[in-house]
């Protein structure tokens, strides 16, 4: 591969300053506007829900900006780079998570027409339960923030003379500050806008690599060659880092996590107003999904073929694997003003998309489940300045969290583990509650206790006995001949010491038996840690007195059966509901997808339904 000479700027021209301003400067802008647009943000269902009168479009491209987070964007490209393809598998796993969310989360949700996503675990078991998933949601969210303002700002601190900790403040505060003045249509709106810069993002730096290596079809054989290419590895053995099995079952529980019951994206959903909206909101996002997963690993795929005869970090020109993607927008266009700051803001704009939805989803949490249960008769104005405050103080106590992840390691399987560590629980602990009738809050409670302890000792545990990586080959054979700002003396000293680590991590060490087990592949976390917490909270359930289905609430549980077997007869399918009245007039048939009759029928949740039934609710 003939790659011409090149000397890489390491800093932004006055453009690139001016065209990064300019997006902090709109997002800023979408938030004044709807600060002083429409209700002015008076009324908490105006901050939170955005009234429940957004379309279907804008929405969707929010849940698709959230999910383009900056470890999306830097972390995707890098870990396709270092490991090779197999991450774009996880395609199937969004297909999945869509449906299975639209079919089986979403309508409970609709149904009891809720703000906090939380509020499902009272009614179903009762406040402890609330309580302790709500905290354990707001403990997830407040560590995977620190980790998405810290790796952009990482990014930009590598190719400008701005200092990471300036940035830091840069991101945080610009988001805090539109976030808690424009509420959730602010959120929305500068997703939508955040949404277009980072595909534009995404696209230059394909094309600019493609076009470097002497087109797609040449990118492709030379990453195929470097070992990058391997799609189907289906070796059942869940300590491996990825295999087709760790990556579509492990990833889909991963993901239905965060679709099917985080705060976040149920907010998201509720903001739309209807199901049918709702769901054509999740439909079009999971397409757009599809297209970044695929965006971000072509992006990895043709970064490697432009380095694969001088691999940038066994050179020592960048540290980490995650400043991989800044240093190609600088060797690409570094010569071209504005158009590195355009495309280094797409990393901010996916930065700012996901906290901003963050502290959303923790307002909205900490004032339905702590504000007012400790002030029940709040007045509305008084009560919505609260949630402002709380959105505030949470975008600060984020910033600092950006110091914690600073010490942390690879930024996408980072914040992966969270998800599962933390979100496997969670997923376990609403599935408990919607799919099994008997099931009591002393289980509920004990289940995602156990999960959670379950979760952090196996994480833990891989700190200190990490698992064994096999990585494709990297060569800096051709560094000295590329760039004109790294000699030979350095790019050599730099393999040697490179060498010398490698060489030192591959002398075996004596490792435990109990090493093994942590050893499990972090794509595995969500499956593994969910499914804990629901068979100790089945167990504990058993142990402490079942609860009878007949006291509860048909609302509250999703009738699988129902929503996955329609086509079996009706009389069959009753068999299913474990003693749930789901023929209970007033029973929401959107959960059970039919009539007696056979046929289909929408239904809207009546935000003045009857008081839930809940056994187990205390005062």
């Known amino acids: 591969m003939a790659v011409d000479m090149t000397f890489v700027p390491t800093t932004f021209t006055v453009w690139d300053y001016i065209v990064l301003a300019g997006l902090l400067s709109v997002s800023a802008g979408i938030g004044v506007y709807h600060a002083c647009t429409g209700g002015k943000q008076s009324t908490t269902k105006e901050f939170l829900l955005a009234d429940q009168e957004m379309s279907a479009y804008p929405v969707a491209m929010s849940l698709v900006a959230s999910f383009i987070s900056a470890i999306t964007y830097l972390g995707t490209p890098a870990e396709n780079y270092m490991h090779g393809s197999m991450f774009w598998m996880f395609a199937f796993a969004y297909i999945i998570t869509g449906i299975v969310t639209i079919r089986m989360y979403m309508p409970v949700f609709f149904t009891l027409n809720v703000t906090s996503a939380y509020e499902y675990l009272e009614l179903r078991f009762n406040r402890v339960v609330r309580i302790s998933g709500m905290l354990t949601f707001c403990l997830m969210m407040v560590i995977y923030m620190g980790i998405v303002i810290y790796a952009p700002a990482l990014a930009l ?57 002497g087109g797609f079809r040449r990118g492709w054989e030379i990453a195929r060659e470097g070992g990058r290419i391997d799609f189907w590895d289906f070796n059942p053995d869940p300590t491996v880092r990825h295999t087709f099995w760790s990556i579509v079952v492990g990833g889909t529980f991963t993901w239905l996590a965060v679709y099917g019951v985080n705060q976040s994206q149920v907010q998201r959903y509720l903001a739309c107003g209807t199901r049918a909206n709702a769901r054509k909101a999740l439909i079009i996002a999971t397409i757009g ?47 071209m003003p504005g158009l590195p700051g355009l495309l280094v803001s797409s990393c901010f704009s996916a930065a ?98 156990t999960g959670l302890i379950a979760a952090f000792w196996i994480n833990i545990g891989s700190q200190f006995y990490p698992p064994p990586l096999d990585d494709p080959p990297r060569t800096i054979e051709n560094c000295a001949a590329r760039f004109f700002n790294y000699t030979t003396d350095s790019l050599l ?6 060498t010398d680590m490698m060489t030192t991590a591959a ?46 609430d048909p609302k509250l549980i999703c009738p699988v059966f129902d929503v996955l077997c329609c086509c079996i007869p009706e009389r069959y399918r009753k068999k299913t509901y474990c003693g749930v009245n789901h023929e209970e007039e007033g029973a929401d048939v959107e959960l059970r997808g039919y009539h007696k009759n056979g046929s289909k029928k929408e239904s809207h949740a009546d935000a003045e339904a009857e008081p839930l039934k809940n056994p187990d609710a205390i005062a």
């Open 289 to 335: 999904m599809l297209v970044v997963v695929c965006a971000a690993c072509l992006t990895g795929i043709y970064m490697y073929a432009y380095y694969a005869d001088c691999d940038p970090i066994k050179a020592g020109i960048v540290e980490k694997p995650d400043q991989l993607v800044p240093f190609l927008v600088m060797d690409l266009f570094g010569n």
């Open 507 to 552: 002398v075996p060490e004596e490792r435990p038996g109990i090493a093994t087990l942590y050893a499990l592949s972090y794509s595995w976390y969500s499956f593994v840690f969910g499914m804990i917490t629901l068979l100790v909270g089945l167990l504990v359930s058993l142990c402490t007195g079942l609860t009878n289905p007949k006291d509860v």
């Open 352 to 449: 700012l998309s996901t906290v901003s939805s963050g502290l959303n989803s923790l307002a909205a949490v900490t004032g339905e489940d702590i504000v007012k249960s400790i002030w029940p008769d709040i007045e509305e104005r008084r009560y919505t300045r609260v949630t402002k405050i709380l959105a505030a103080s949470y975008g600060l106590l984020a910033i600092f969290m950006a110091i914690v992840a600073s010490f942390l390691g690879d930024i996408l399987q980072t914040a992966l583990s969270i998800f599962g560590m933390v979100g496997g629980p969670l997923l376990g602990l609403f599935s408990l509650g919607m799919f099994f009738p008997w099931a009591n809050s002393k289980g509920a409670v004990t289940g995602l206790i």
């Open 157 to 213: 601190s590598a190719v400008t003379d701005l200092g990471l900790w300036t940035c830091v403040m840069s991101i945080g505060l610009v988001c805090t500050f539109y976030t808690t003045i424009g509420g959730m249509k602010a959120v929305l709106w500068t997703d939508v806008f955040q949404v277009v810069v980072m595909f534009i993002g995404f696209f230059a730096m394909i094309i600019g690599s493609a076009v470097k290596v």
């Open 493 to 498: 000293q730099a393999d040697d010491m490179f």
